[in-house]
């Protein structure tokens, strides 16, 4: 079904982010009944009660709304830079990428007393992004072969996402056990680092990245014409094309420092706002934004509460509702 009206669509996915955020603030293991969840916003509530909505859920919430919405759009750009219903982050290795850097720059660069937390989660996104560029580069280069066609970029997508494991694994075994635990866990995706901190280390790279990439949205469509048409129409495709990357593989690296490596939701939320309102990125971008956040705040919430009070990382979730989709898609899309 084609939504006509974007905004109405639009303003009915942020009231479910907020009807599900409210409840993902109010449910846990430890539960916040609605009226002292009120109370505690109020300034009226419980010590325990503050501690668990403001330094806690209240981080948590908004860290999975924006890695959600950043990944969302970083799949939508990829999907429209390649043409490749394919495409997301986590498959071609972008994640791993992102993911291997930011554990280098850890172990190696901020390990330092000077080096204050908020210094540190500033920075981080920015080696993310040096290790996602890095993945996206590689990847290029090996797939290029007279062009670059969707199964190809696929198959070498993967194929880099396991040399980076690989790599990955290398630094895992040099660490200590705690240390190899939480970084195996954190790769899985999960929203290890729910503190203010890292959410003020995410706010940048969304506000201005999303907004950018809904002004691009005019290139993605001439894009979608073909290089020849495109640059009839006066567009350097090539320029644009790493542009775009550079874009996509920001906001991919400022999700992973903060919400580890989550795979499929740049592939589902496209999709899933392609159904809805067409494949003109002016409608697609802010859509696949409300519904990456929608996807990650609801698999956050199922992560918590399925086995509370042990918790699951939430990427474990999000991959088990896009894998078999993402087979789907595999066994039905054309070389």
């Given amino acids: 079904m084609i939504f006509k009206n974007i905004h109405y669509l639009i303003l009915a996915l942020i009231f479910i982010i907020i009807l599900m955020g409210i409840l993902s603030l109010a449910t846990g293991h430890l539960a916040i009944s609605p009226s002292e969840l009120v109370e505690t916003a109020l300034g009226e509530g419980s010590r325990r009660n503050e501690l668990l909505l403001f330094e806690f859920r209240l981080p948590r919430l908004f860290i999975a709304i924006l890695a959600g919405a950043a990944l969302g759009v970083a799949g939508t750009l990829l999907q429209g830079i390649t043409q490749n219903e394919l ?17 280098l720059y850890l172990t190696y660069v901020s390990n330092r007393e000077t080096t204050s937390p908020l210094g540190q989660m500033m920075t981080l996104p920015f080696a993310a992004f040096l290790g996602g560029l ?12 007279n062009g670059v066609t969707p199964i190809r970029l696929i198959l070498v997508g993967i194929g880099v996402n396991a040399g980076f494991g690989a790599v990955l694994t290398l630094f895992q ?4 056990q705690s240390a190899f635990n939480q970084v195996t866990v954190w790769l899985s995706g999960s929203i290890w680092n729910a503190h203010w901190s890292a959410v003020i280390s995410l706010l940048p790279w969304v506000f201005i990245l999303i907004p950018l990439s809904l002004y691009k949205s005019r290139t993605l469509n001439l894009l979608q014409l073909g290089d020849e048409m495109a640059t009839g129409l006066g567009i350097n495709t090539e320029r644009e ?9 920001a906001l991919t690296g400022a999700s992973v420092s903060v919400a580890g ?3 499929f939701l ?3 939320a496209p999709h899933i706002a392609r159904k809805l309102v067409g494949n003109k990125h ?8 409300c519904i990456g956040a929608l996807i990650l705040l609801i698999s956050d919430m199922i992560a918590r509460n399925l086995f509370a009070p042990s918790e699951l990382p939430v990427g474990l979730i999000v991959a088990f509702l896009g894998a078999p989709y993402f087979i789907y898609l595999l066994i039905t899309t054309e070389a």
């Fill in 134 to 145: 890095l993945a996206a580069c590689c990847i290029y280069i090996v797939a290029w072969k």
């Fill in 173 to 176: 075994l040099r660490m200590n």
């Fill in 241 to 249: 094309r790493i542009k775009l990357v550079a874009i996509a593989v």
């Fill in 266 to 268: 740049g592939l589902g």
């Fill in 282 to 289: 002016q409608r697609l971008v802010p859509t696949a934004a």
């Fill in 261 to 263: 490596g989550i795979s």
């Fill in 87 to 103: 495409a997301d982050p986590g498959i071609l290795g972008i994640n791993a990428g992102a993911g291997l850097s930011v554990v």
